[in-house]
């Protein structure tokens, strides 16, 4: 055990290990301002920026986009559906990249009780021309539907894609009330319809999905 201090010069962390009390007099970086911690030697400070496993934290987007996972889950648990959490980590992942020679794009959650049909959960903000408020949209990147295709492909199983509406006014915020769905075969089978923005999504109108947790039962009960 010993202690850390840690300060922020010009916007950098400094950070320097002491391992006794007594030599905290010596060190002359120490201000009202330091932050001080006792801990072992190998409990570095790092900045959320440098961590490959945290900076995604540092997005308002990814956050967001955890959150709408964790909601789903508790909604689906409520509503009576099994769900198995899909692991995104890199080694879990060889074993599709290591059979598959197109790029491919993993799910959060099987549901097992209902044909495990893969789900992916997006928190988007929907979006109302000023010209036509009544055709309300979201953007899709165009490459996840392909990768999504190109995993439905491999696995052979049903990919659907969950949606939350993002908050305008705050977009920390998601609206918890409606969740909508659409399939991947949807989405192929319309997408001559979406219009392309600049860059590379598709503006798929919320008159294609479907409300509410009962399509999923409508659609596959029978798989």
């Known amino acids: 055990m010993g202690y850390h201090l840690i300060n922020i010069i010009d916007g950098k962390l400094e950070h320097c290990f002491k391992e006794t009390y007594e030599e905290l007099v010596y060190e002359d970086a120490i201000t ?14 790092f900045k ?10 540092a997005n308002e ?4 986009g ?3 996972q964790h909601l789903f889950k508790k909604q689906a648990d409520k509503e009576g559906f099994i769900l198995e959490d899909l692991n995104q980590n890199q080694e879990s ?3 599709y990249t290591n059979n598959v020679d197109k790029s491919i794009k993993r799910g959060d959650y099987l549901v097992r009780n209902f044909g495990n049909i893969e789900i992916d959960v997006k928190c988007k903000t929907f979006y109302k021309p000023e010209k036509t408020p009544e055709e309300i949209f979201f953007y899709f990147e165009c490459d996840d539907l ?5 995993m439905q492909s491999f696995t052979k199983t049903p990919i659907l894609i969950a949606i939350y509406e993002r908050s305008q006014e705050n977009k920390n915020q998601i609206k ?3 969740i909508h769905f659409i399939s991947i075969n949807e989405m192929k089978r319309l997408k001559e319809k979406f219009q392309k923005s600049r860059y590379s ?8 999905l479907h409300q509410g947790f009962d399509y999923i039962r409508e659609v596959f009960e029978k798989i």
């Open 201 to 208: 999504q598709y503006k798929i109108p919320t008159k294609y």
């Open 61 to 64: 987007d990814f956050r967001i």
């Open 48 to 57: 959320i920026s440098e961590s490959e496993i945290y900076k995604g934290l």
């Open 32 to 45: 009202g301002d330091t932050i001080i911690y006792q801990g072992e030697e190998k409990w570095r400070p």
């Open 66 to 68: 955890i959150r709408a």
């Open 93 to 95: 992942f060889k074993i």
């Open 146 to 150: 392909t990768k999504h295709l190109n």
């Open 176 to 178: 918890e009330d409606t």
